[in-house]
């Protein structure tokens, strides 16, 4: 039987490097065994595979990543829970090709996401899925501050009094909500923008004024918007990016 050993203990012996080098070639998607690139420094490879280093490799750690996925409607919003839970959308195929941000695509983005911002399972839009705790912190912590903006399609007419009935102080879920700002935005649509959002709010407000939404649609997080990603795709926060 052909003796195998750890791919970073493999790869410190062929180069030679460090140890901690040989981890972070690895972990960057750097190193391939017979042809197939391995994130995994623990690896188990054989003396008869083929270990090789990407010409252009550089022993940088792989900073956590923060992905925006344009969510279609009917996808649940937690990264990887639900009978048809967003996560599944994630792949390097789905990756918009207006990507700019310059991050080198990894399998492990793919891993540990959370949803610090949920997107109720019927609406569609900007879904935020991070693996940075900071951005998780910021947004979970600055939730109330953060403004949303929303457009929803309505069934039927949009009156000035139901229009009026939006701009209302109102009481949701037993907290009362912050002023919001509606606009309508033709005969059937309106735009809100507001604060402290959470899933199911817009909704109840079209209800509460005797409105049909049809669909509703998140556009923007802060200062971070869908700004053209088409549905079903997804791109890298970048790091000059904030909230």
Not at 26 to 49: C, F, K, L, M, T
Request: with cysteine.
């Amino acid at each position: 039987m052909t003796e195998s050993v750890r791919l970073a203990k493999r790869l410190t012996t062929q180069l030679p490097c460090s140890r901690r080098d040989a981890e972070l070639y690895i972990e960057g998607g750097w190193v391939s065994v017979d042809g197939v690139v391995v994130e995994a420094p623990h690896r188990q490879v054989r003396a008869d595979q083929t270990v090789t280093l990407h010409p252009n490799a550089r022993p940088d750690p792989v900073l956590p990543a923060t992905l925006l996925l344009h969510k279609p409607a009917g996808y649940d919003a937690d990264a990887d829970s639900g009978p048809k839970p967003a996560f599944t959308l994630l792949s390097p195929e789905t990756q918009t090709p207006g990507d700019n941000s310059g991050i080198r695509l990894l399998h492990r983005h793919f891993t540990r996401l959370v949803a610090p911002l949920p997107l109720e399972t019927g609406a569609s839009g900007l879904l935020v899925l991070s693996q940075d705790g900071s951005i998780i912190r910021k947004l979970s912590d600055d939730a109330h501050f953060l403004e949303q903006e929303y457009v929803a399609d309505i069934s039927g007419e949009i009156t000035e009094a139901a229009l009026a009935s939006l701009k209302e102080p109102v009481t949701f879920n037993g907290r009362t909500l912050p002023a919001i700002k509606v606009s309508r935005q033709s005969d059937a649509r309106l735009r809100f923008a507001l604060k402290g959002a959470v899933p199911g709010q817009v909704a109840w407000l079209c209800d509460r004024a005797g409105l049909t939404p049809v669909s509703i649609k998140r556009l923007r997080i802060g200062r971070i918007s869908l700004a053209g990603l088409p549905e079903g795709q997804w791109r890298f926060l970048t790091a000059h990016e904030r909230f």
